[in-house]
């Protein structure tokens, strides 16, 4: 199979996954499961082992592009991967803890509301901005389209970069405030 035909044939269902997730996450954020009587404690220890998946999220991409400059592909592949799987394990967890718990109100005042807004902000809007760029740059790359993959990962590795590490000092700023 040529290689742009693997990306055409993935194209409609990354367009579909990419739709889909932003709008489940949606949808399941505003699911409490004890308004369907499913009687479940708040899944409170959550959010600082799904913030510390986002740093390893973090920590895998920057390793990811070492090995890669350092040519070593392998590695390179592996720990994209694996940044992937966190991503889903985060995912997992963040929709699981906001189905059992209210959300968290940010109780700082002043300038600081102002950083967590636009961080809180950016972090949403680029989450579901990432995750077509994620999946066309990893299929491009699977297809051994690596110049092309290159091109596209050049944006899509800052994004995702700042999605992860946002997402750790979001939770850090609003940790005070956890019930």
């Known amino acids: 199979m040529e290689n742009t035909t693997i990306e055409k044939k993935f194209k409609s269902l990354i367009i579909i996954v990419s739709v ?3 709008l489940a996450v949606v949808l399941l954020f505003s699911i409490r499961l004890k308004d369907f009587g499913i ?3 708040p899944l409170s220890f959550l ?3 799904y913030a510390t998946i986002n740093g390893i999220t973090a920590l895998l991409l920057i390793l990811g592009v070492i090995a890669i400059k350092n040519d070593n592909r392998a590695l390179h592949q592996k720990l994209m991967t694996s940044a992937i799987a966190c ?3 985060f ?3 963040y929709v699981a803890y906001h189905m059992t718990a209210e959300s968290t109100k940010f109780g700082g005042e002043g300038a600081v509301k102002g950083i967590y807004y636009f961080l809180l902000i950016t972090h949403i809007i680029l989450s579901v901005t990432i995750i077509p760029l994620v999946l066309f740059t990893y299929v491009r ?3 051994g389209e690596f110049d092309r993959h290159k091109k596209l990962a050049r944006i899509t590795f800052p994004l995702w970069l700042y999605v992860a590490v946002t997402g750790v ?8 405030y956890y019930v």
């Open 91 to 93: 995912l997992v967890m």
């Open 39 to 41: 009687n479940v404690e």
């Open 20 to 22: 889909v997730i932003p």
């Open 169 to 176: 000092i979001v939770y850090l700023m609003i940790a005070p």
């Open 87 to 89: 991503s889903l394990v």
């Open 141 to 143: 790359a699977l297809s």
């Open 47 to 49: 959010p600082p082992i």
